[in-house]
């Protein structure tokens, strides 16, 4: 597993869960709120929590926040201060910004400052972003419950040449490959031996465990 470094700003229900998950899945946390009582819950519980008020700059600065390789913006409903927080992410060079919208405006805003991603405000999605954050390869997912899902995976750099039932063999893991887009050439039922290349989209359905181990050893 590639362990990466996230940074977390607004520890509500929605940041919470993304702080959480993302540190039981094995990655190092920073989550940052103005509500000591947030932090405090968190303090244990994740790889660091601190009290700070990220529209002053300095407060970043100190924590270094540029060298993190992820910052998730997931204020509450100071629609100003998540506005700052995501510019300030991007001026310290932080290459992925995923922020939370609360608004159609709020969403146009903050692409148009360089978010990498913007998502919806419903606090239930915390669990699934951070999932996707875990495994970035994962480009969409669709859950068809009792823990089945969908996923899309978009093929990288390491995967360009490999056999899609070679991977498979090595994850020993029960995933059925159900499409595979390359190019403009989309592929329905495809035979599981086809070699990959950079770019490829390939589409996979199985259990989430199942699809787990597959994804820790790609």
Same mark, same amino acid.
């Given at each position: 597993m590639y362990k990466q470094q996230f940074v977390i700003i607004g520890l509500g229900v929605f940041g919470e869960t993304i702080a959480t998950e993302l !540190? +039981?899945?094995?990655?190092?946390?920073?989550? $940052? =709120? !103005? =509500?000591?009582?947030k932090v405090d819950r968190l *303090?244990? +519980? $994740?790889t660091h929590a601190v009290i700070g008020d990220v529209t002053d700059e300095s407060v970043l600065d100190e924590?270094? #926040?540029?060298?993190?390789d992820v910052g998730v913006v997931a204020i509450g409903r100071n629609i100003e201060a998540a506005i700052l927080a995501t510019m300030q992410l991007r001026d310290r060079g932080v290459k992925k910004v995923w922020a939370k919208a609360l608004t159609n405006q709020h969403h146009r805003i903050l692409k148009r400052l360089g978010a990498t991603r913007v998502i919806g405000p419903e606090f239930e999605m915390g669990a699934h972003v951070a999932q996707e954050l875990h495994y970035p390869m994962v480009n969409n997912y669709i859950g068809l419950g009792e823990e089945e899902f969908i996923v899309e995976l978009i093929v990288s750099d390491n995967l360009d040449g490999c056999q899609m039932d *070679?991977? $498979?063999?090595?994850? =020993? *893991?029960?995933?059925? %490959?159900?499409? %595979?887009? &390359?190019?403009? !050439?989309t592929s329905t039922n495809p035979s599981s031996d086809v070699t990959l290349h950079k770019g490829n989209q390939v589409v996979l #359905?199985? &259990?989430?465990?199942?699809?787990r181990k597959f994804a820790d050893h790609l």
């Open positions: !540190t +039981r899945l094995g990655h190092d946390v920073l989550g $940052i =709120d !103005t =509500d000591e009582v *303090a244990e +519980r $994740i924590l270094n #926040v540029g060298d993190y *070679a991977l $498979i063999e090595k994850a =020993d *893991a029960e995933v059925e %490959l159900v499409l %595979l887009k &390359q190019g403009k !050439t #359905v199985g &259990q989430l465990d199942e699809l």
